[in-house]
């Protein structure tokens, strides 16, 4: 029924899934301080990512590099005070961590034709060469500011502001009818 609805098929060249309720937490510190790095990696069970554009991956976290001092990490639903209070008791010095889990939202694309939607929406380069799995940028997805994450060859993780949602989502389906758009 969703389907007639937005006009689409359901043998879509586009999957689009909503990570709801997601932790997200912002945290800022001195990437050149060793001991900040240890506690990051003690608290998180990877090391921090500290190369522009990385991301880093654990049981616990997904870890992406926002800015040379700023970083974003993303947690199970629910389990985001747990790491917070992790984070406080392994490091030291300056640092910060904020919860920004009601702000923002993250929004997964994959499929056959997701590089076709891709280019219609961010001016960024989305050949491999240049955008590498793994590899995070902020940049404008749709009008809207994004943090777009590689996960694979033909899928992409991107983190909006709540607030852009319906529009990203509008936009996405839009963008999508002529290659089918399958929402799971």
């Not at 974003?72 to 985001?80: R, T």
């Not at 001016?123 to 500011?145: C, E, N, R, W």
């Amino acid at each position: 029924q969703l389907d007639q609805l937005i006009g689409q098929s359901s043998a879509g060249g586009i999957i689009l899934h909503e990570h709801k309720l997601l932790g997200h937490l912002n945290l800022r510190g001195n990437c050149a301080d060793a001991e900040f790095l240890a506690g990051v990696q003690e608290a998180l069970g990877v090391a921090l990512p500290i190369t522009p554009c990385s991301s880093a991956k654990s049981e616990l976290a997904q870890i992406m590099w926002l800015a040379p001092d700023e970083w974003l990490i993303i947690v199970a639903s629910g389990s985001e005070v747990d790491v917070e209070q992790k984070l406080r008791s392994y490091l030291t010095g300056h640092f910060a961590v904020s919860d920004v889990s009601g702000a923002q939202t993250l929004i997964e694309l994959s499929g056959e034709h997701v590089i076709d939607l891709m280019k219609k929406s961010t001016g960024y380069d989305l050949h491999l060469d240049s955008f590498p799995i793994g590899k995070v940028v902020g940049t404008t997805f749709a009008k809207t500011g994004a943090h777009i994450l590689r996960v694979s060859e033909d899928k992409f993780q991107l983190v909006v502001r709540r607030s852009f949602s319906d529009y990203v989502w509008l936009w996405i389906q839009q963008g999508s009818q002529e290659y089918g758009l399958t929402i799971v």
